[in-house]
Structure formats: structure tokens, C-alpha cells
């Protein structure tokens, strides 16, 4: 059985920095499709980041695009979300997700994945 587990959200004030990390286990983490989305209050589930198990580039939103860095530790089973320069807007429950191979694609919607982690809460305060 596959399984994610985030850590690494808390709060933070505008303008500063946080790593999310998501550990995967019981698959074979280097052929996965990772990726981050997150959640607001009374919003839907959106994309902030993807990568891909191939050496193709990541997929970011644009709203994060410079801000933020995907990166994985295939060693490690762990990918991760670098966030630097946060925005209040950037608060949200963040979630990690997870696919078998994904045809090698950084897949931007939630329905592309399989598997997801529990979430971890960001609050950024301005």
C-alpha cells in the first residue's frame, strides 16, 4: 500500500521561507509522478507544482512560478517544496500527491494522481 506523509508547513511571515517535504512508501518512488497542490478555505484544490520521474522539466502555477521549487530525492523517496518570498495568499492546506509513471508527465490536475497525503497547513501572516 502506497503511502504519503507531508511534514514541514507552519506559519510564517510574508516574505519568509518554508520546505515542505512528502516521504512516499510501499512503491517504487523513483517511477512516480509527484506532485503539490494546495487548499484554501472554501476553495477548490489547485496546482502549485510537479515533477516527473524523467529528467523533463517541472510544471509550476504561475502564481508560483520563481517562488517556489519542486525537487525530489529519489535516495530518499522524498520529493520536496522549496517556498521562498510567501505571500499571505499562498496560505492553504498543501497536499502531495502521487502517480505510477503518468506516461513521464508532470500532470497539473488532481484528478491525474492516484495516491495523496494527508496535508500540511501553511498560514502565512502579513
Known amino acids: 500500500q502506497v503511502q504519503l506523509v507531508e511534514s514541514g508547513g507552519g506559519l510564517v511571515q510574508a516574505g519568509g521561507s518554508l520546505r515542505l517535504s512528502c516521504t512516499v512508501s510501499?512503491?517504487?518512488?523513483?517511477?512516480?509522478?509527484m506532485g503539490w497542490f494546495r487548499q484554501a478555505p472554501g476553495k477548490a484544490r489547485e496546482f502549485v507544482a510537479a515533477?516527473?520521474?524523467?529528467?523533463?522539466?517541472?510544471s509550476y502555477a504561475d502564481s508560483v512560478k520563481g517562488r517556489f521549487t519542486i525537487s525530489r530525492d529519489n535516495a530518499k523517496n522524498t520529493v520536496y517544496l522549496q517556498m521562498n518570498s510567501l505571500k499571505p495568499e499562498d496560505t492553504a492546506v498543501h497536499y502531495c500527491?502521487?502517480?505510477?509513471?503518468?506516461?513521464?508527465?508532470?500532470?497539473?490536475?488532481?484528478?491525474?494522481?492516484?495516491?495523496w497525503g494527508q496535508g500540511t497547513q501553511v498560514t502565512v501572516s502579513s
Open positions: 500527491a502521487a502517480v505510477y509513471r503518468g506516461n513521464g508527465i508532470p500532470h497539473v490536475t488532481p484528478g491525474a494522481y492516484e495516491y
Open positions: 510501499g512503491g517504487t518512488f523513483s517511477r512516480y509522478v
Open positions: 515533477i516527473s520521474w524523467t529528467r523533463g522539466n517541472p
